[in-house]
């Protein structure tokens, strides 16, 4: 059980039967009177938001949330097929609950996969993802009106600011944080 003094961003409580995770956290302490904790909170089954103030005698339930390791295998329309490396069984994730994480799946990658009681909730890439350039406009020695970086367009058609020497076809490492170039990868 987590006591009202426990609550912080990132936190994830259960409500009323459901997963929530705090965004934003603030702390107020009147005169007189009790402490107060002023939270937002995110659904994390539907995404819904809303503000909800606790005193510090108000007790939570901690989300029983797991992760589980999975490998994306493909898409169809707006779902995304993954499936458990444990039990071979498939799951399929809306893109909504995909989120930016679309950007960067490529056919078998490994994932971790929040589950809340036997539910797919999302998805977390690995920190980093070689993906392939498909479309790269050539650059010309002393072009600098386009500054030391050019747009490139990936094996996922996510778009990209890379540096000028980047060829169509070459694989490059990409920060699925910051969705951000890091370096060439060698063949």
Request: with cysteine; net charge negative; glycine share 6%.
């Amino acid at each position: 059980m987590y006591n009202a003094s426990d609550l912080k961003k990132g936190l994830k409580i259960q409500i009323d039967g459901e997963p929530y995770i705090i965004v934003d956290f603030f702390f107020s302490k009147p005169g007189k009177g009790q402490a107060l904790y002023k939270c937002k909170l995110r659904n994390m089954i539907n995404g819904s938001q809303f503000d909800r103030t606790f005193r510090s005698a108000d007790t939570f339930q901690p989300a029983n949330l797991q992760e589980k390791r999975m490998q994306y295998l493909y898409s169809e329309e707006d779902k995304y097929c993954f499936m458990d490396l444990e039990n071979y069984e498939q799951v399929f994730l809306t893109a909504e609950q995909v989120g930016d994480a679309g950007d960067f799946l490529i056919d078998n990658l490994e994932v971790e996969t929040l589950f809340f009681e036997d539910r797919a909730l999302g998805v977390t890439l690995p920190n980093f993802v070689d993906l392939m350039v498909v479309k790269a406009d050539p650059w010309v020695k002393g072009d600098s009106v386009s500054g030391n970086t050019k747009p490139v367009i990936l094996e996922t058609d996510y778009r990209i600011l890379v540096p000028p020497f980047i060829e169509e076809g070459e694989k490059i490492r990409v920060d699925t944080r910051t969705g951000e170039y890091i370096t060439r990868v060698k063949k």
